[in-house]
């Protein structure tokens, strides 16, 4: 089995790869309307990839509601990558 890695990202720098999973999974895959996923809270939370290979196949967006509080977002892994433990 590969070697999955996590790294926490600023959505500014890896929109594409954040989006990419994203896209996949609630866009194509699960039929979200675009509108709904994308809600402009992106740039201020933190954003987990997870990869496999140096290929991003995992997502998460963690927001925080105040300093005791966050809140868990937008979680997608990609169907050939599920099952994993990711």
Known sequence: ???????????????????GVRQSVFHIEQ????SLDLDGKDETA???LAYIENQPVGTVRVRYL?????KIERLAVLS?????GI
Not at 1 to 19: G, L, R
Not at 31 to 34: K, T
Not at 66 to 70: F, R
Not at 80 to 84: H, P
């Open 80 to 84: 050939d990558f599920r099952g994993r």
């Open 1 to 19: 089995m590969s070697q999955i890695t996590f790294k926490i990202v600023n959505y500014k720098e890896y929109p594409a790869a954040i989006q």
């Open 66 to 70: 105040d300093h005791q509080t966050a």
């Open 46 to 48: 933190d954003h987990i």
């Open 31 to 34: 039929g979200v309307d675009p």
